[in-house]
């Protein structure tokens, strides 16, 4: 299989979540992938999500209802461990589904909502920081 080729950053969608052209950063120094996660309630074995974000707005979300998710520790790099919510969900590079993990974070103060780590990456991408927008700029080609 070939790999394709990514950029550092990129736009990408979340059908399963209807978002669209959402700016994600490509972090090979990260494991786990990460969305923004505004809002979060666990009810009754189901968790309640809305994604929403004021400095990206296109990164705004109805209510999404979960019936499976998981939790998982993430050690940030300052070696800080924390306890997440993990989802699966799809996510679209280069017109192709993929099923990605993402844990739920509070990246408002983030530049990018969504960042997408080695997990996700290997054995389908690999990642030349000199390009940006890849899958993006093949999208709006076609």
Same mark, same amino acid.
């Given at each position: 299989?070939?790999?394709?080729? +990514?950029?550092?950053?990129?736009?990408?969608?979340?059908?399963? +979540?209807?978002?669209?052209?959402?700016?994600?950063?490509?972090?090979?120094?990260?494991?786990?992938?990460?969305?923004?996660?505004?809002?979060?309630?666990?009810?009754?074995?189901?968790?309640?999500?809305?994604?929403?974000?004021?400095?990206?707005?296109?990164?705004?979300?109805?209510?999404?209802?979960?019936?499976?998710?998981?939790?998982?520790?993430?050690?940030?790099?300052?070696?800080?461990?924390?306890?997440?919510?993990?989802?699966?969900?799809?996510?679209?590079?280069?017109?192709?589904?993929?099923?990605?993990?993402?844990? +739920?974070?509070?990246?408002?103060?983030?530049?990018?909502?969504? +960042?997408?780590?080695?997990?996700?990456?290997?054995?389908?991408?690999?990642?030349?920081?000199?390009?940006?927008?890849?899958?993006?700029?093949?999208?709006?080609?076609?």
């Amino acid at each position: 299989m070939t790999k394709k080729i +990514l950029g550092r950053v990129d736009k990408v969608d979340f059908p399963e +979540l209807k978002l669209k052209a959402i700016d994600v950063k490509i972090d090979t120094g990260a494991y786990t992938s990460a969305i923004h996660c505004s809002k979060i309630r666990e009810v009754d074995n189901k968790l309640y999500c809305i994604f929403e974000s004021k400095g990206h707005p296109n990164f705004k979300s109805d209510e999404v209802i979960f019936d499976t998710y998981t939790y998982t520790d993430v050690k940030s790099s300052n070696g800080h461990k924390e306890n997440r919510y993990k989802i699966k969900t799809t996510v679209v590079f280069f017109g192709k589904s993929y099923k990605i993990n993402l844990t +739920l974070s509070t990246r408002e103060d983030m530049k990018f909502p969504v +960042l997408i780590g080695r997990q996700f990456l290997k054995h389908k991408f690999l990642v030349d920081v000199d390009i940006e927008n890849q899958s993006y700029k093949q999208t709006i080609t076609k």
